[in-house]
């Protein structure tokens, strides 16, 4: 497994590769992308850590799983290739950033753009088995990117953390709330969005606001 990610985060993550699960789980995805199509690409696996660089991680979003369709995933969670449809999750985004901030609903799906600004777009597993959804869960992946979160919380001060839904508020239980801004809510999904648990929570402002007031720069959502 090409563990593709920029030298800031291999200076932070270092440990995680040499132990025996992330050994374990380099075999089993090896396997998979032999047997299997798998989603993202194998290039695009690590892509989170390639356009956004630990020094410049200002606000991480946590998802689940890859998008497990053909062309969608691209590595960075909830975002989808150029000329993809978009997701219900990521159409549910997009319409509460044009209700919370007055920007237009944007013609792209990737969120690469918003990576390169220092938001960490992070699944809490890596990779899916194409049309099976949940196919890589409890193989190692979980086990990484709980370290990753850990290290964004005890290392870096200051950072908006957007937890969204159950599986999200779990994930980052453990992030230190005195040194950082936790924001949580419903999942965008129609399911939970539906059901009034989604829309008008006001992230995208609150987000912004809180890292001009630490004399950060705005992300351009």
């Not at 995208?204 to 809180?210: I, L, R």
């Amino acid at each position: 497994m090409n563990v593709n990610i920029d030298p800031s985060w291999k200076e932070q993550l270092q440990p995680e590769f040499g132990k025996p699960y992330f050994e374990g789980l380099a075999t089993f995805v090896k396997k998979e992308y032999r047997s299997y199509t798998c989603y993202p690409r194998g290039g695009q696996i690590f892509a989170a850590f390639g356009h956004c660089r630990f020094d410049d991680v200002k606000v991480v979003i946590i998802g689940q799983d890859p998008y497990h369709g053909p062309g969608q995933a691209n590595g960075l969670c909830f975002s989808v290739n150029d000329g993809i449809a978009h997701p219900p999750s990521l159409v549910n985004i997009f319409k509460e950033i044009e209700t919370d901030l007055g920007i237009p609903y944007p013609v792209s799906g990737n969120l690469e753009r918003w990576a390169d600004q220092g938001v960490l777009l992070l699944n809490a597993t890596l990779t899916v088995r194409a049309h099976q959804a949940g196919s890589h869960q409890n193989k190692g992946w979980e086990t990484f990117t709980d370290a990753v979160i850990q290290k964004v919380s005890d290392e870096k001060e200051q950072v908006v953390f957007m937890l969204w839904g159950g599986y999200a508020r779990r994930k980052g239980s453990r992030i230190d709330r005195s040194r950082h801004l936790v924001l949580e809510t419903g999942h965008p999904s129609p399911l939970s969005a539906n059901r009034g648990l989604w829309f008008g929570n006001k992230h995208f402002s609150k987000a912004n606001a809180y890292l001009e007031e630490h004399g950060k720069n705005p992300v351009r959502w």
